[in-house]
């Protein structure tokens, strides 16, 4: 008889081997451990083991989901108004169809009884506090296509798609930076700063984003104080590890103040591939809304190329 039931302190390690027995997806890091779950989930200061369920057929795991809410606008405190099923994974199971929609169903019944009204399918912003670095890649943006099994789950149980976004990677070894008059006029303008491990301006962010090795960096007028572009990347660990490169993350992107997309933006990423190269990255990723044209032919000259794309789904509770 399959039956649901919350998290308890034991269920670590029968996780992490459910987890590595899921097939091999582009954006889901194996192997798991539970020293590893502990670190990057159990360890939050917002985790509640109610909202981690495990699925049970006998005294055998076959599957977990796992949902929570995000930061409130301040960033400082939890805010119910919004959750998310942030992962959900079954074994390979005669009805794990059936097992699916139950633990959704065990998903939703969470959020909504502590008070969320919307719940979004996957971790995305402002619902992002689990699971970077181990599922998405360089960033939470909802439920990616290759993993189709999910995207059959949410859209059978009534979830809404409402943004698009593709993911793009590049080849590091192969890249060459944009050179033509515009470039060379920028490089004479401006200047390329660039600060390790950047303090966090909130609660929440340091949360999740502080275990991580970041790098802001900032392209500065060489004559003011002025910022032209603002952009932040992290090194993608563990995710980068298991598939077997050395992986830089582009996480936010920050426009000049007339926020319009601009050859600055472009030289400032074109020169965070050439210095993140002669580091040893191999690899860039990026994820860009399908409707923000400018920036994915941007992303296009400088060498990107898709290899997957992400959708976040919402559903009224």
């Known amino acids: 008889m399959i039956r649901c039931r919350p998290f308890k302190n034991s269920d670590p390690p029968?996780?992490?081997?459910?987890?590595?027995?899921?097939?091999?997806?582009?954006?889901?890091?194996?192997?798991?451990?539970?020293?590893?779950?502990?670190?990057?989930?159990?360890?939050?200061?917002?985790?509640d083991r109610w909202g981690l369920i495990v699925a049970c057929d006998g005294d055998e795991l076959i599957g977990f989901v796992h949902a929570g809410f995000g930061a409130d606008d301040q960033r400082a405190t939890i805010s119910t108004e919004y959750g998310a099923t942030h992962a959900l994974m079954v074994a390979s199971h005669v009805d794990r169809s059936l097992v699916s929609k139950m633990?959704?169903?065990?998903?939703?019944?969470?959020?909504?009884?502590?008070g969320a009204r919307f719940a979004f399918g996957g971790g995305v912003f402002p619902v992002d506090g689990f699971y970077l670095g181990l599922l998405g890649g360089s960033q939470l943006s909802g439920t990616l296509f290759s993993n189709y099994q999910m995207l059959k789950v949410y859209r059978s149980a009534g979830y809404f798609e409402i943004v698009e976004r593709r993911v793009l990677q590049s080849r590091l070894?192969?890249?060459?930076?944009?050179?033509?008059?515009?470039?060379?006029q920028v490089r004479r303008t401006?200047?390329?700063?660039?600060?390790?491990?950047?303090?966090?301006?909130?609660?929440?962010?340091?949360?999740?984003?502080?275990?991580?090795?970041?790098?802001?960096?900032?392209?500065?007028?060489?004559?003011?104080?002025?910022?032209?572009?603002?952009?932040?990347?992290?090194?993608?660990?563990?995710?980068?590890?298991?598939w077997g490169v050395h992986a830089v993350g582009i996480m936010q992107l920050e426009d000049g103040q007339d926020g319009s997309l601009s050859k600055e933006e472009t030289f400032l990423i074109?020169?965070?591939?050439?210095q993140e190269r002669s580091r040893g990255a191999t690899l860039a990723e990026v994820h860009v809304a399908a409707t923000d044209v400018e920036?994915?032919?941007?992303?296009?000259?400088?060498?990107?190329?898709?290899?997957?794309?992400?959708?976040?789904?919402?559903?009224?509770?």
């Open 14 to 47: 029968w996780i992490a081997e459910l987890w590595c027995n899921q097939p091999r997806q582009r954006g889901l890091v194996q192997p798991m451990n539970a020293c590893l779950l502990e670190r990057e989930i159990f360890s939050k200061p917002y985790f």
């Open 103 to 114: 633990l959704l169903a065990e998903s939703e019944r969470y959020l909504k009884e502590r």
């Open 173 to 184: 070894p192969n890249f060459r930076p944009i050179v033509n008059r515009d470039q060379l």
């Open 190 to 242: 401006y200047q390329v700063d660039q600060q390790l491990d950047p303090p966090t301006d909130n609660w929440w962010d340091a949360c999740t984003l502080g275990m991580i090795q970041r790098t802001l960096w900032c392209l500065n007028s060489r004559h003011n104080s002025v910022s032209e572009a603002r952009v932040l990347t992290w090194d993608m660990e563990p995710i980068a590890s298991s």
């Open 270 to 274: 074109g020169e965070i591939l050439r």
């Open 295 to 317: 920036r994915l032919e941007m992303f296009a000259r400088l060498g990107f190329e898709e290899v997957d794309r992400s959708v976040t789904f919402r559903k009224e509770l």
